[in-house]
Structures are given as C-alpha cells and as structure tokens.
C-alpha cells in the first residue's frame, strides 16, 4: 500500500491532483491510497505527502497558519518524500511580494516575485501575466522525478509570481517567460514545481507516477 | 521557444450533450462530453472549456456531475462556465474538478462579484466571458458592446471598457466571443479581438466565427489572441486538433506538439 496524503487546507482544486495520482497509481498497477485531508494524523501516517495552493498567497499563508499545517509540512519534510506545487512551492520559501509582501514558511531560501506590469520578450513584444499556457522546462539536473521526461517537455503553468533563488544548487528546472524563472527545485526529499503536473498530460503525469515510485534520495 | 499558442475545444452542453447552436440559436447535437473531451485531449487539446449553455435555467446536477466525470480523465486545465452566480457556485464548480470557471452574465449584473470571486479564488481560475456585437454603423468608429444570457440581451455597455474593469477587479483571462461571428463559421471577428487584447495585460482567448485553420492562425497573428476557442470543426470532425497545430506551427506559431 502506498498512502498518499494531499494536504487541505481548503485553497483550490485538489480533486485534480487527486485524481491525477489516483490515475497513475492505477497506471502502474499499485495500491495507491489518497487522502485529501487537514488532518495531521492521517498525513503523518502517509508515505508521502502533497503539498498543493492556488491562489493568493496571503489567504493561503493565513489558512495554513490557522490550521497549523506549517508543523505538518514541517513534520513531512523532515521524514518522507514531498511533493509542493505551485503555491505550495511558493509558500515554502522566504516570503513573497503578492499582495503587499507576505511571511512564507522560510523551508527553502529564496523569495517570490511578481512578473510585473511591462513585461516584454527579447524582441520587445508584451508579454501577458499572468504566464498562462504550456511553456518548456529545461531540466538544469538530473532527478529521479524527470525519469522518462524529455529535456524541454511542455508542463502547464498558471501563475503571476515567480520563485527567485541565489541557491543555483536547488534548482532542477528552468523555464523561460521574458526572465529566467525557477520551474522546478529540488532539495533533498522536497521536490517543488511551479507548473501544474496534475494539469500537464503526459509530462506531468509522468511526474508523478515517479514522485509515487521516489524513496526521497537523489 | 516559450509559451505555446493554446487550442481550446469548446463544449457547449445541453442536459449533459454536447451541442452546437448556429448564433446561439438552431442546436445540434453532437455527443457525449466526457467522451469527445478524453479525444480532444489524446489529440493534443490544451485546455477544455465546458459551457453549460442552459445552466442559466434548469438544474446545476447533471453539470458538476459532468464536470467530474470529465476531471477524472482529463489532465488538462478545465474551465466551466455557464450560470456561475455566487462563490458557492465557483465553489462547486471548483470541488468537482474544474480548474476555471466562466463568468458572464453575473458580472455584469454584480461587477464586484468578481472582484469577490479572484479574491477569494484568485485570478489565475476566473475567466470573465464577455460576448460582444459590433454596435457601429458603417463608416463609423468600431464599437462594440456587450451581451448576456447567451446573447439575448443588450447591455448598452461598451466592450472595451468593460474588459479593462473586469481585469481590474480581478479577472485572470478573457474568454471573448463575437456574436456576430458566432456558428458563422467565417472567421473570428479579429478588430475586436486586436483591440481587447492590447488593452488588457491578461490573456485573451478568441471564440466566435472559426470555420477553418486559417481562421485559428489569424486569430492569433491578427487578432493578437493567446488561446483560440473553436467548436463545431472539431465536433463534426471536419479537422483534429493535431492538424489545427500543424497548420498553425507551419505558419510560425509556437504550438505544443
């Protein structure tokens, strides 16, 4: 039995994710159990853990501050494999411009910045924010969760912030919007995306169906 | 290389069909949603959209339970509109599997239910869908107001203003549908097109008129669309959406393949 805990704390769409891992785990023809839960139990007891966030990062630093699911990630990532995406990796860094400036969860060194209202591409044409689409990610080291994903696959990204880290040593993929921005990290058992793998076809769930394979070593 | 022009399949639904209607009008049926979405993303779809076309009047069931079904097969952004009203609505929509959902109708009603809906929600999953009809005469500036209720009803309100509030107020994307041009099959309406997408930072995903490739392919150089929305060729089959990228990659769009 592989137990996976999705963590809630009630921001955004985790029936994707669950269903997206419900699918690969059928997939490789494991017994995959998925719970979607705030209950620090029940993610203690998983073998990995899910931390996921859409959104505004001041409403989810506050739900996860009120439902102390800073000690759950704290408590997850100092013993078993996991998985932020998108806001959840966001909220695992120092802190973030969104909304005025916000305390993240300081586990990984590095801030969030906002793209900005003038962003342009190298031939000076506007870009949109936010980043919204299929955009390649250039894989800047080898991971066991980029098995059987080719260099500059297409991930869906969804976000008007980006990670920014003096770290170069964290950072596992690189993707391209008017900047470079830090598509994926990884440190030690955290693997971190800013895309969506849930929403990423065949490149994301390729991703995942390894993060549910990953014992955590590099 | 960087982001990708998006096709967007759009499945209009009636009581849990698919259908098509020629201006929002004479309707078609053309088959199963969760079945025609699990084809449109094996072909390379990069997003659905769902439109529930008569959610505005009858029962909210058969569409969450549509949309989970879709969720739990398809791994690509899905956006839902269709009588979104309230934050429960969104809500709902949200739970079942939908990653956006489409606002029209109730925007216009109540603007700050948008400023409410991207607070609570964030921008990143509200698509304000705006349906607009040229109002000038010939020989005049072009103007165009929008429309709701699948069409029915004027507002007197001008489409480019309209779009520039709702993007203040929050909304993360523009789904813009020509009711001119809509069922038409004779191509997006790309001066309206052109002129929402230069004056909003957000992207705009062009609906309403496609009746063939070029039609996609001048949407995006033309129009200055990010996503282009198409219906009816995809339904009937007349193109796949693989042969839509190709078309679109030989006439030097960036497209995921």
């Given at each position: 039995m592989n137990k996976i805990a999705v963590i809630?704390?009630?921001?955004?769409?985790?029936?994707?994710?669950?269903?997206?891992?419900?699918?690969?785990?059928?997939?490789?023809?494991?017994?995959?159990?998925?719970?979607?839960?705030?209950?620090?139990?029940?993610?203690?007891?998983?073998?990995?853990?899910?931390?996921?966030?859409?959104?505004?990062?001041?409403?989810?630093?506050?739900?996860?501050?009120?439902?102390?699911?800073?000690?759950?990630?704290?408590?997850?990532?100092?013993?078993?494999?996991?998985?932020?995406?998108?806001?959840?990796?966001?909220?695992?860094?120092?802190?973030?411009?969104?909304?005025?400036?916000?305390?993240?969860?300081?586990?990984?060194?590095?801030?969030?910045?906002?793209?900005?209202?003038?962003?342009?591409?190298?031939?000076?044409?506007?870009?949109?924010?936010?980043?919204?689409?299929?955009?390649?990610?250039?894989?800047?080291?080898?991971?066991?969760?980029?098995?059987d994903i080719p260099d500059n696959s297409r991930f869906y990204f969804v976000h008007s912030y980006y990670v920014q880290t003096q770290k170069q040593e964290m950072i596992t993929g690189l993707t391209h919007y008017g900047t470079d921005i830090v598509a994926a990290l990884g440190v030690d058992n955290i693997f971190a995306t800013q895309f969506h793998p849930e929403k990423s076809q065949k490149a994301g769930l390729t991703l995942l169906r390894n993060f549910l394979q990953w014992d955590g070593t590099v | 290389m960087g982001l990708a022009k998006r096709i967007i399949p759009c499945l209009d639904c009636k009581n849990g069909r698919v259908v098509k209607?020629?201006?929002?009008?004479?309707?078609?049926?053309?088959?199963?949603?969760?079945?025609?979405?699990?084809?449109?993303?094996?072909?390379?779809?990069?997003?659905?959209?769902?439109?529930?076309?008569?959610?505005?009047?009858?029962?909210?069931?058969?569409?969450?339970?549509?949309?989970e079904a879709i969720a739990s097969q398809v791994f690509i952004p899905l956006t839902v509109g269709g009588g979104i009203r309230t934050l429960e609505d969104i809500r709902a929509m949200l739970n079942a599997g939908a990653d956006k959902v489409g606002i029209n109708t109730a925007a216009v009603i109540n603007p700050d239910f948008v400023r409410e809906a991207a607070e609570r929600f964030g921008s990143q999953c509200i698509v304000v869908a705006v349906d607009a009809k040229q109002v000038s005469g010939e020989g005049e500036p072009l103007k165009w107001e929008i429309f709701t209720h699948g069409g029915r009803n004027a507002t007197g309100i001008d489409a480019l203003e309209w779009v520039k509030r709702m993007v203040e107020y929050g909304a993360g994307e523009i789904l813009l549908t020509s009711m001119d041009r809509d069922g038409t099959k004779t191509g997006f309406d790309l001066a309206l097109n052109r002129e929402v997408s230069r004056s909003v930072p957000v992207p705009i995903i062009a609906s309403g008129g496609v009746g063939n490739l070029q039609h996609l392919v001048d949407g995006v150089l033309q129009g200055e669309a990010d996503a282009v929305l198409a219906a009816s060729i995809f339904h009937f089959q007349e193109y796949t959406i693989r042969e839509a990228k190709e078309f679109m990659l030989k006439s030097g769009i960036e497209v995921r393949l």
């Open positions: 809630d704390y009630g921001m955004g769409n985790l029936h994707s994710v669950a269903k997206a891992v419900e699918h690969v785990g059928r997939e490789l023809g494991q017994d995959v159990e998925i719970v979607v839960t705030p209950d620090a139990n029940l993610i203690a007891k998983a073998d990995r853990v899910i931390f996921p966030g859409v959104g505004a990062i001041r409403d989810c630093m506050a739900e996860i501050l009120r439902l102390d699911v800073d000690q759950i990630v704290a408590d997850a990532i100092k013993s078993k494999p996991v998985l932020a995406i998108c806001v959840g990796m966001q909220a695992l860094m120092s802190s973030s411009e969104e909304n005025g400036g916000v305390d993240c969860l300081g586990f990984l060194q590095g801030d969030v910045r906002y793209f900005g209202d003038d962003l342009k591409d190298e031939n000076d044409q506007r870009l949109k924010v936010p980043h919204m689409g299929w955009n390649q990610v250039a894989q800047t080291r080898p991971h066991p969760l980029w098995k | 209607g020629v201006k929002f009008l004479d309707i078609r049926d053309a088959g199963d949603p969760v079945e025609i979405s699990k084809r449109y993303c094996d072909a390379g779809a990069d997003e659905i959209t769902f439109l529930d076309i008569t959610a505005s009047h009858e029962g909210r069931e058969t569409t969450i339970h549509t949309v």
